[in-house]
């Protein structure tokens, strides 16, 4: 099973920004446990990541990721404006899964907007890196 990460602008960042909402884990770590936890489903999970902070280049990933059997994308800021990265995963008819690490509900009336969710069959927010791994488990549950 292949799946592709997404993960959209200044999450590079992670470990430095703003970590009382998105916690001290870089993303570099936070992948990296989710390869570790993708052993404990399967020895048969493929993962790769991808980490942009601009809009086009996600979606040039998306409309080439069709050989992927899922996606699991957080879009973070882009979430909340992007109908084109709605429209790229809708495209090739990717079974994704939108995930967060905060509650995007629980916060600015801005971010309760997902433009991506209607493109995904679920999402997850609010379980800090967490939410990848949930998000792995619901996909594995969904595809095996
Ligand atoms: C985020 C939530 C978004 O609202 C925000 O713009 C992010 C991160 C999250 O993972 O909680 O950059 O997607």
Redesign the pocket.
């Known amino acids: 099973m292949k799946i592709l990460v997404i993960n959209?602008?200044?999450?590079n960042m992670l470990g430095s920004r703003e970590p009382d909402i998105?916690g001290t884990k870089s993303l570099d770590d936070i992948n990296s446990e989710l390869v570790e936890y993708s052993k404990t489903l399967s020895d048969n999970i493929e993962l790769d990541f991808f980490q942009s902070n601009h809009e086009g280049d996600i979606v040039d990933k998306i409309q080439t990721a069709g050989s992927y059997d899922a996606l699991i994308i957080?879009?973070?800021?882009y979430?909340?404006t992007s109908i084109a990265i709605s429209d790229a995963i809708k495209s090739v008819n990717l079974t994704a899964v939108e995930v967060?690490?905060?509650n995007?509900h629980s916060?600015e009336d801005f971010?309760k907007k997902s433009f991506i969710a209607p493109s995904c069959i679920a999402q997850i927010s609010g379980f800090g890196k967490d939410s990848y791994k949930l998000a792995l488990l619901g996909l594995f549950r969904r595809l095996k």
């Open positions: 959209g602008p200044n999450l998105y957080n879009p973070a800021a979430t909340h967060h690490l905060s995007i916060r971010r």
